[in-house]
């Protein structure tokens, strides 16, 4: 018996679709790599970003949260703006869980007493109105939330910046 049987050679069973430049290359481009400037740029930006939480107090945490949600609500803006829908799904993504895992996380409703409580709802109230402009493409809440958040975020710079200067 002969059990040396020709096989055929394999053969991929998914064609290649080439490079993926919709998640690495800003549309348009055909280089296949991005320059050493922008990935050193990058890098030199998480880096930056990675070491100012590391060191940073509760309420310098707080402020790189409202800064953070305050430019993915810009960003989000912008690409309803342009029409562009999946960086404004992914802008109000990103807003949504800085509000839910971050600000609103990060309250101590029993200690928090009243303010907490206030807080709470305006982040829940947020939340639900930038569902809204998502659901809908409408700019318009982006903006009301942009108008409640903003002044909140100064308060808390001011607070900062009184205690500095009482010490």
């Known amino acids: 018996m002969n059990f040396t049987r020709q096989m055929e050679p394999l053969m991929p069973t998914v064609r290649p679709l ?4 919709g ?4 549309q348009g481009t055909q280089a296949m790599f991005t320059s050493v ?28 949260l409202f800064e953070a949600l305050i430019q993915s609500l810009n960003l ?10 999946v960086s404004k799904g992914a802008a109000l993504g990103k807003a ?18 009243e303010l907490a409580a206030n807080l709470k709802g305006l982040y829940e ?5 930038l ?19 903003e002044p909140l975020a100064d308060s808390w710079k001011q607070i900062r910046a009184g205690a500095l200067q009482g010490a």
């Open 37 to 64: 400037n922008t990935r050193a740029a990058s890098t030199y930006k998480r880096v930056a970003v990675d070491t100012g939480v590391q060191t940073a107090d509760p309420h310098q945490l707080v402020s790189l």
């Open 96 to 113: 949504i869980r800085i509000m839910e895992e971050g600000l609103k996380a990060g309250l101590n409703l029993q200690e928090g007493g």
């Open 76 to 85: 989000a803006r912008g690409a309803m703006e342009r029409r562009d829908v």
């Open 125 to 129: 109230y947020s939340v639900q109105r």
């Open 23 to 26: 998640r690495y290359q800003t």
């Open 18 to 21: 080439g490079a993926d430049t």
């Open 131 to 149: 569902t809204l402009a998502n659901l809908r493409n409408e700019v318009a809440p982006i903006h009301e939330v942009l108008n409640l958040i």
